[in-house]
């Protein structure tokens, strides 16, 4: 089971990668009750109104992007990446992601994000792995947009 | 199950969806207030254009506000606030917003809020916390303290917005459109007195004494009533980038009958184009401008366009600075407002500024203290009705100890 997280009127991470089948919880670590939905068609899902941890967790069955957010905080929005890749994850601050024991091979690799305009949301390219560490790398194009940032005064009611 | 285990079952889940959906905030604001006026405050029937006037140094309210907000279905929810100034309104304590807000699930990247009942229109860019107080400094932008003043949409507002994130656009794009009544008053303040800088707001039931009498049997301004038998109007279109980057321009028409005189106020036909960005920067630094520019009429005229027409305008420009549990904020107000029909018969002339300065210290989530410095200079030349010279300058400084819980 995964977990998103809601810290501050975010979702937390912004992006979650998991594998298709993967049941996720919803978790809502704030003081007001949130309302998370989603119309992608990859799965379609409404969490009526809640505090604390949802009763039931989502599962994402088909592979796919799913934008979710929040019904009631108009600025909420994270995505989830579902994938029937073997090995997948997202990268740190510092934009790397490790892969490890993989065996001796050849791969196709993408990497996906939101933070650019859409057609430039997939990158791909091919490499052969053999016994030795290999490092592959994407140049993109253009910086990446900021995250959606967090809501952290509780004072704040303009949604 | 018997009957106990139910009720106790039942009472459970209420009091799960009770916690679960409902938010009640309650607010004292106290104020020691330092003023340097020759005027007296408006709320006091004078000319002047902050909350406090030359004689109000000391110890005052500045509110109590009750807000409540929750769900009382999942995709249905309410507000309601009610504040309480202490300067001898009609009701000691009286509602200034409550309304229900539809906001069914989207199934497409185009999802719709409808609300009903008595709220604010979407024109303010500084009043966003609990309760519609500015969240950057006491006293909002004579703009939206007008707005706080006399203006409450009463009817019915819906909004259409295309979400960007599905398509992977960083901004949202809205349209919202209202049709209201019981505003036909609006404009009265501000033909008599011009703009002001404070944060005081207009209950639903309110009252102001008129700044100036001209009928002694009806000494204070009722806002909120309908005359004519006319909705009013107004459309606008907002756009919100990356979550909080926001643009809005909107135009607003109360569509009042001049010819309408035989009430306690006359109509007043007032319309209005409203426009306003804020803008997010580094370092936690907020810009808010926001421009505004209508006339507002009043009157029986041969073309109904009124007797009298004040013309009216007015901006800011805010720049404010949030460093960890402190806020900075400085603000420059222009106001006019000019009578370009009727003046020889009332001129309600205003061409002043204002320049307000205020720090914000958050302690924890239960108390706030906020210190705030205002210099309103201009003139106003219906001071001259009442012997008054038209020019001023006022100063206030006010201390304000705020506790919610």
């Given at each position: ?23 996720v ?42 934008t ?37 091979g ?42 959606p ?11 | ?29 106290l ?55 202490g300067?001898?309104d ?32 979407p ?34 507002e ?100 001049t ?36 006339d ?17 305008e ?19 107000d ?21 320049w ?50």
């Open positions: 089971m995964a977990e998103m997280d809601q810290i501050d009127r975010q979702f937390s991470p912004y992006v979650l990668a998991i594998h298709t089948g993967t049941p919880l919803f978790a809502n670590n704030d003081s007001v009750a949130h309302q998370v939905y989603s119309f992608s068609p990859p799965k379609r899902f409404e969490l009526a109104l809640y505090h604390g941890r949802p009763r039931e967790p989502v599962v994402f069955d088909r592979p796919g992007i799913v979710v957010g929040c019904n009631i905080h108009d600025n909420m929005v994270g995505y989830l990446y579902v994938t029937d890749a073997p090995w997948f994850g997202t990268t740190g601050d510092d934009g790397v992601w490790t892969g490890r024991d993989l065996p001796a050849e791969y196709e690799l993408q990497v996906w994000t939101p933070l650019l305009p859409p057609h430039e949301w997939l990158h791909t390219q091919s490499i052969a792995l053999g016994d030795q560490a290999t490092r592959a790398s994407f140049k993109l194009k253009r910086a990446l947009r900021p995250e940032v967090p809501i952290k005064d509780k004072r704040v009611r303009d949604y | 199950m018997r009957l106990s285990s139910l009720a106790l079952a039942v009472s459970m889940w209420m009091l799960g969806q009770s916690a679960l959906a409902h938010e009640i905030t309650a607010q004292i604001d104020r020691a207030v330092v003023v340097d006026s020759p005027l007296d405050s408006f709320t006091e029937g004078g000319t002047g254009q902050l909350r406090f006037g030359g004689d109000d140094d000391g110890l005052r309210l500045g509110a109590v506000m009750i807000d409540a907000a929750g769900e009382i279905v999942d995709t249905v929810r309410y507000g309601v606030t009610a504040r309480a100034t300067d001898g009609r009701n000691p304590i009286d509602l200034t917003e409550a309304y229900l807000e539809w906001r069914p699930y989207a199934s497409s990247p185009l999802r719709w809020k409808t609300r009903a009942g008595a709220f604010y229109a024109i303010s860019l500084e009043n966003r916390s609990v309760g519609w107080d500015s969240l950057y400094s006491i006293s909002a932008s004579a703009i939206n303290t007008w707005m706080g003043e006399e203006f409450r949409t009463i009817g019915l819906t909004s259409l917005t295309a979400l960007g994130a599905p398509a992977g656009r960083n901004f949202d794009v809205s349209i919202v459109a209202s049709a209201y009544g019981w505003n036909d008053p609006a404009g009265i303040l501000l033909f008599q007195r011009g703009w002001g800088v404070h944060d005081r707001q207009t209950a639903l039931f309110g009252e102001l004494p008129r700044p100036l009498v001209q009928d002694p049997n009806i000494p204070n301004i009722e806002f909120f009533d309908e005359v004519d038998g006319r909705y009013g109007y107004y459309a606008g279109v907002e756009t919100r980038i990356s979550g909080s980057h926001v643009l809005r321009a909107l135009h607003y028409d109360n569509r009042g009958d010819a309408e005189e035989d009430a306690r106020e006359p109509t007043w036909l007032t319309r209005f184009d409203s426009f306003g960005a804020r803008v997010e920067l580094p370092l936690e630094i907020t810009a808010i401008a926001q421009y505004m520019q209508g507002t009429a009043v009157g029986a005229s041969a073309d109904g366009r009124g007797f009298i027409i004040v013309d009216f007015s901006w800011f420009v805010l720049m404010s600075q949030q460093y960890g549990r402190h806020r900075y904020t400085a603000r420059y222009r106001m006019n407002t000019e009578t370009v029909r009727g003046a020889r018969f009332f001129d309600s002339h205003q061409d002043a500024d204002a307000t300065v205020a720090y914000l210290f958050s302690f924890d989530d239960h108390w706030q203290l906020a210190a705030e410095a205002i210099r309103l200079a201009g003139s106003l030349r219906q001071r001259a009705e009442i012997g008054l010279p038209a020019r001023a300058t006022e100063r206030l400084l006010q201390l304000a100890a705020r506790y919610s819980f």
